[in-house]
């Protein structure tokens, strides 16, 4: 899948795409970069993992430039194809002077830039009561415990298995990675059983604490889980602004372009178009067969090509 979206974004000079690089610290420290692509292709706009690349040294804005413009070059890619691109909120990525963006703006001065603000909304949930945040802090000792020590992660398996659970091993939970403390709470109370028995032996104290806040750890669970949903759902909701003609071009708008004005008044008058619109804005542009509209030749692909407020590198991690 990965060379076939290679082959695809250099097969062709005029073929654009955004671009959304995350960088995120693995559990062994190493540092790692993911590129995600999002493309027009039949009509159709795609989202694909374009690469996934260690950072050598150190996570600096110039270095992921670096990773990235060798990429380019050995892939024959020309950063020109670039319409935008979207990154969280970190200096090294936003950076004024030594930021990944100002690296990348210097090649293409017109570039769009997304940034990733649902991220600011997750730190919110930062702020738990204490009751909640003592709760939390009994799950992520509980996985921690399990999850530290390899013979604790096989044994927990095999029990897993006798029980029947669904699942057979618990998920990790950092700040850094906004999605996992939902993941993190969902998975441990679904084997929540096999939890204390596990710990029966091992830590009772820490047992009795999770029996105690069941009915918190539950609220939290459910909590972060509708939190990370709602999240999701409404990405491609927080996007850039589409003008009103984008949204209707049917409509009595006005434009301040006299051409783009003269050449909606044609596309109003085809009724063979006005069926096909019914199916959305969006699939209704990326028609081939839609004139070509002077000011869309330029902006459509840049308003539907663009990643959304939520980045999916993020769903990797």
Same mark, same amino acid.
């Given at each position: 899948?990965?060379?076939?979206?290679?082959?695809?974004? %250099?097969?062709?000079?005029?073929?654009h795409f955004s671009i959304q690089l995350d960088e995120s610290t693995l559990p062994g420290n190493e540092a790692l970069l993911l590129a995600y692509v999002r493309f027009i292709m039949e009509e159709e706009?795609?989202?694909?993992?374009?690469?996934?690349?260690?950072?050598?040294?150190?996570?600096?804005?110039?270095?992921?430039?670096?990773?990235?413009?060798?990429?380019?070059?050995?892939?024959?890619?020309?950063?020109?194809?670039?319409?935008?691109?979207?990154?969280?909120?970190?200096?090294?990525?936003?950076?004024? /002077?030594?930021?990944?963006? =100002?690296?990348?703006?210097?090649?293409?001065?017109?570039?769009?830039?997304?940034?990733?603000?649902?991220?600011?909304?997750?730190?919110?949930?930062?702020?738990?009561?204490?009751?909640?945040?003592?709760?939390?802090?009994?799950?992520?000792?509980?996985?921690?415990?399990?999850?530290?020590?390899?013979?604790?992660?096989?044994?927990?398996? %095999?029990?897993?298995?006798?029980?029947?659970?669904?699942?057979?091993?618990?998920?990790?939970?950092? @700040?850094?990675?906004?999605?996992?403390?939902?993941?993190?709470?969902?998975?441990? /109370? =679904?084997?929540?059983?096999?939890?204390? @028995?596990?710990?029966?032996?091992?830590?009772?104290?820490?047992?009795?604490?999770?029996?105690?806040?069941?009915?918190?750890?539950?609220?939290?669970?459910?909590?972060?889980?509708?939190? &990370?949903?709602?999240?999701?759902?409404?990405? +491609?909701?927080?996007?850039?602004?589409?003008?009103?003609?984008?949204?209707?071009?049917? +409509?009595?708008? @006005?434009?301040?372009?006299?051409?783009?004005?003269?050449?909606?008044? @044609?596309?109003?008058? &085809?009724?063979?178009?006005?069926?096909?619109?019914?199916?959305? /804005?969006?699939?209704?542009?990326?028609?081939?067969?839609?004139?070509?509209?002077?000011?869309?030749?330029?902006?459509?692909?840049?308003?539907?090509?663009?990643?959304?407020?939520?980045?999916?590198?993020?769903?990797?991690?």
């Amino acid at each position: 899948m990965s060379s076939d979206i290679e082959s695809f974004v %250099q097969s062709s000079a005029k073929t654009h795409f955004s671009i959304q690089l995350d960088e995120s610290t693995l559990p062994g420290n190493e540092a790692l970069l993911l590129a995600y692509v999002r493309f027009i292709m039949e009509e159709e706009i795609h989202e694909e993992l374009l690469f996934a690349r260690t950072l050598e040294t150190d996570t600096k804005g110039e270095s992921i430039f670096n990773v990235l413009s060798n990429f380019f070059t050995e892939k024959s890619i020309p950063f020109t194809n670039i319409i935008s691109v979207a990154t969280d909120g970190v200096p090294a990525m936003v950076g004024r /002077y030594r930021g990944f963006i =100002s690296h990348l703006k210097r090649i293409i001065p017109g570039l769009t830039a997304i940034h990733c603000i649902i991220r600011r909304q997750h730190l919110v949930a930062k702020h738990l009561s204490d009751r909640l945040n003592q709760s939390l802090h009994f799950v992520i000792k509980a996985v921690n415990k399990i999850r530290s020590n390899a013979l604790n992660t096989r044994l927990f398996a %095999q029990l897993c298995d006798e029980n029947d659970e669904d699942f057979q091993r618990l998920l990790l939970h950092t @700040e850094v990675r906004w999605l996992s403390k939902g993941a993190c709470l969902t998975r441990f /109370y =679904s084997v929540f059983d096999s939890v204390l @028995e596990f710990l029966e032996s091992r830590d009772p104290d820490l047992k009795e604490n999770l029996i105690k806040f069941k009915a918190d750890i539950a609220y939290l669970t459910d909590l972060f889980k509708k939190f &990370n949903d709602i999240n999701l759902q409404f990405e +491609d909701i927080l996007t850039m602004d589409i003008p009103p003609w984008i949204i209707n071009p049917f +409509d009595e708008t @006005e434009v301040a372009n006299v051409v783009l004005q003269e050449e909606l008044l @044609e596309l109003s008058t &085809n009724e063979e178009l006005k069926v096909k619109f019914r199916k959305g /804005y969006q699939t209704f542009w990326l028609q081939a067969e839609i004139p070509k509209i002077s000011w869309t030749v330029g902006n459509r692909k840049e308003i539907f090509n663009s990643f959304s407020l939520v980045i999916p590198c993020r769903k990797e991690f």
